[in-house]
């Protein structure tokens, strides 16, 4: 891709802040810090992925998957503050799913262990867990305030805080877990993928591109259900005190 062609695309960038600016809508700060903060990344990114792929290191790879864990998990933390140890909670709840996927990735030999493998793999099924684990801690605290006294009643009808919290529970794991899975259902009808589309145009057989495509379909929606079920079931122990009771101030 040209320099000409970069400073064309500018005009997606362009377009929403017209919109934004005729409609008042107040999207244009915004927009523009995402266009560039998306370009700065991203081609910080390329260039560090580069120098990965030529050094061939797994001591780089291993850095780099840290590294992506690491920002996901400083991103999703901001909206479970009102969960103790929510930071913790997150960064197992990623490394476990990337054990999972890369033990079975790389233990099946489905992939070579090689930093062009690993890498956008794990940016994909972090980045999707991520999403999952933010949807999951906006509905989770939200059905906590409003199922408060529900809550309370089953507490002092002698139910357990598991029993207590169960509904409220599993509502917020099918809720978040939902939207990646229906996205799949439509995945090569409304959408093209983009690892798959990115691999036609590099002019990879379409084939190969599709099989590969389903790999990643599948890991995603293994991630979008263990992620939720493991932040679930590791968060809703710290709303409860010694005596089982439901810690009012965490929600306030």
Do not use: C
């Not at 523009?32 to 990114?45: K, Y």
């Not at 864990?69 to 913790?88: D, E, F, H, V």
């Not at 995945?187 to 599709?210: E, N, T």
């Not at 932040?231 to 005596?243: A, E, M, R």
């Amino acid at each position: 891709m040209s320099i000409t062609s970069l400073i064309l695309m500018v005009i997606f960038i362009i377009i929403p802040i017209v919109i934004s600016k005729s409609l008042k809508l107040g999207l244009e700060k915004d927009t523009v810090i995402a266009g560039i903060r998306s370009f700065i990344q991203l081609l910080i990114v390329g260039y560090i992925l580069q120098f990965i792929f030529d050094k061939d290191n797994p001591i780089f790879m291993i850095l780099m998957v840290v590294l992506i864990i690491g920002a996901a998990t400083q991103n999703a933390r901001k909206k479970g503050l009102s969960i103790p140890g929510i930071t913790w909670k997150l960064l197992l709840a990623y490394v476990s799913i990337e054990l999972i996927t890369q033990g079975i990735l790389i233990g099946l030999k489905i992939i070579p262990p090689t930093p062009q493998y690993v890498i956008p793999i794990t940016g994909m099924v972090i980045g999707n867990a991520m999403v999952l684990s933010i949807l999951f801690l906006n509905r989770f605290i939200s059905e906590i305030q409003q199922n408060e006294n529900l809550v309370k009643l089953i507490l002092s009808l002698g139910g357990t805080p598991k029993q207590a919290i169960h509904k409220q529970l599993m509502t917020s794991i099918q809720t978040s877990a939902i939207p990646t899975i229906e996205q799949q259902k439509t995945i090569g009808l409304v959408q093209l993928p983009g690892m798959m589309s990115g691999q036609i145009i590099a002019g990879a057989d379409p084939i190969d591109a599709v099989f590969f495509q389903i790999l990643i379909v599948f890991i995603l929606i293994t991630s979008a259900v263990t992620t939720s079920v493991i932040l679930g079931f590791l968060s809703y122990p710290t709303l409860f005190n010694s005596k089982k009771q439901l810690i009012e101030s965490r929600f306030e």
